[in-house]
C-alpha cells in the first residue's frame, strides 16, 4: 500500500495562546479552544503541542495535548461546529485550535479552572503524524480518550480521497465517557461505539466491535481498509495483532509520557523493531508519536 505524507515544513513555535472557549463536554474530559494561528496553519493529523499553565511553575513541565481539529476565522465561536469535510485541512484564514483532554492529574485539573480571556503556553506542532492512507476505507479505531488524534486524519483523508469512506470505531468503559461523537457523523464518518457495560452501542470492547463488523464483511476482501489506532497500549497491542492476523495495515499513535516533546529528554522511548527485526527504543516524541503497528515491540512495551 503506497502512503503519502500529509506533513508540510513547519517551525515549531513557543507562544501563548488565548482561551476563547472551554467545557467539559464528557464524563472527566473537557474542551478547550484557542486562537493561534501558526498551530491552525501547520498541525497536521495526528501532530501535538506541549501545552503549559502561562506563566506559572506548578506545575512544572507541560503536557503533551493532541491537536483536535482546526478552524478558519469565519467560525461560529458559540458553537462546537466542524468545517465541512471536503475542507482542506490548511487554508490561509485557519486560526483556531481545539483540544480535547481527559482530567486525570495536577495539570488537566488546574487547566479546567482556565476560562476564555485566560491564556496557555504551548510549543508545536510536534511529532511526526499520520500518513494519508491510499485506500478507499479508512477505520479508526479509538479507545478511552484516543479520539483526540483521529478527527483531522479522517478529515484529511475524505478531503483526499472524495469516493473513499470512513468508520470510527470508539471503545469505552461506558456511554458517558464518550463526548462530541458528532464531530466525526458531521464530517461524514460512519460511527461504531462500543461500551463494556452494554449503555451504549455495541456491548464489548472496541476489539469485540472489530470481530463482530468483520463477521458481517464490513471490511471488503476486495477493498481491505487501513486503520489508524490511538488509545491505551494494551488496546493498541491488540488491534495490532488483530489487523496483523487479517493482513491490514495499521499506523498507531503512541500515548507515551512526555516532558520535553522535543527530544532532549528521552523520556518517551518507546521499543521500536528494525528492519533486522531487532528492536530499540525510539523517542515518540520526533521520531513518534506515529509508528507502524508492526514495528512496535509490544511485548516489551507493555
Given at each position: 500500500m503506497?502512503?503519502?505524507?500529509?506533513?508540510?515544513?513547519?517551525?515549531?513555535?513557543?507562544?501563548?495562546?488565548?482561551?476563547?472557549?472551554?467545557?467539559?463536554?464528557?464524563?472527566?474530559?473537557?474542551?478547550?479552544?484557542?486562537?493561534?494561528?501558526?498551530?491552525?496553519?501547520?498541525?497536521?493529523?495526528?501532530?501535538?503541542?506541549?501545552?503549559?499553565?502561562?506563566?506559572?511553575?506548578?506545575?512544572?513541565?507541560?503536557?503533551?495535548?493532541?491537536?483536535?481539529?482546526?478552524f478558519a476565522d469565519d467560525q461560529k465561536l458559540d458553537h462546537w461546529q466542524p468545517t465541512p469535510s471536503s475542507s482542506p485541512i490548511h487554508q490561509r484564514n485557519q486560526k483556531f485550535v481545539d483540544f480535547v483532554y481527559a482530567v486525570g492529574g495536577k495539570f488537566t485539573t488546574a487547566l479546567t479552572n482556565l476560562r476564555p480571556g485566560d491564556c496557555i503556553s504551548l510549543w508545536g506542532p510536534l511529532g511526526n503524524g499520520f500518513e494519508t492512507p491510499a485506500v478507499k476505507h479508512?477505520?479508526?479505531?479509538?479507545?478511552?480518550?484516543?479520539?483526540?488524534?483521529?478527527?483531522?486524519?479522517?478529515?484529511?483523508?475524505?478531503?483526499?480521497?472524495?469516493?473513499?469512506?470512513v468508520t470510527f470505531c470508539?471503545?469505552?468503559?461506558?456511554?458517558?465517557?464518550?463526548?462530541?461523537?458528532?464531530?466525526?457523523?458531521?464530517?461524514?464518518?460512519?460511527?461504531?461505539?462500543?461500551?463494556?457495560?452494554?449503555?451504549?452501542?455495541?456491548?464489548?470492547?472496541?476489539?469485540?466491535?472489530?470481530?463482530?463488523?468483520?463477521?458481517?464483511?464490513?471490511?471488503?476482501?476486495?477493498?481491505?481498509?487501513?486503520?489508524?489506532c490511538c488509545g491505551p497500549e494494551g488496546m493498541m497491542a491488540a488491534v495490532a495483532k488483530w489487523t496483523a492476523d487479517r493482513s491490514f495495515k495499521c499506523q498507531v499513535s503512541l500515548e507515551t509520557p512526555m516532558a520535553c516533546g522535543i527530544g532532549i529528554c528521552f523520556s518517551c522511548v518507546a521499543p521500536i523493531i528494525d528492519q533486522k527485526g531487532n528492536w530499540d527504543y525510539k523517542r515518540t516524541c520526533i521520531e513518534g508519536p506515529v509508528f507502524d503497528s508492526q514495528h512496535v515491540d509490544w511485548g516489551t512495551m507493555i
Open positions: 503506497n502512503l503519502s505524507h500529509p506533513s508540510p515544513s513547519c517551525t515549531t513555535v513557543y507562544q501563548q495562546a488565548e482561551i476563547i472557549a472551554h467545557k467539559q463536554i464528557a464524563e472527566a474530559t473537557w474542551r478547550i479552544r484557542i486562537v493561534c494561528p501558526h498551530l491552525a496553519k501547520t498541525a497536521c493529523p495526528g501532530q501535538f503541542a506541549m501545552v503549559r499553565l502561562a506563566n506559572q511553575n506548578d506545575p512544572l513541565l507541560a503536557r503533551p495535548l493532541a491537536v483536535y481539529d482546526v479508512l477505520v479508526l479505531v479509538a479507545g478511552g480518550i484516543g479520539q483526540t488524534a483521529l478527527l483531522m486524519l479522517g478529515r484529511d483523508f475524505l478531503a483526499k480521497v472524495p469516493s473513499g469512506h470508539w471503545g469505552a468503559r461506558h456511554a458517558d465517557l464518550f463526548g462530541h461523537t458528532e464531530d466525526f457523523v458531521n464530517h461524514g464518518m460512519q460511527l461504531s461505539l462500543a461500551t463494556l457495560d452494554g449503555s451504549k452501542g455495541f456491548h464489548g470492547t472496541v476489539i469485540d466491535l472489530l470481530d463482530n463488523m468483520d463477521k458481517e464483511n464490513a471490511f471488503e476482501a476486495t477493498a481491505q481498509p487501513a486503520i489508524a
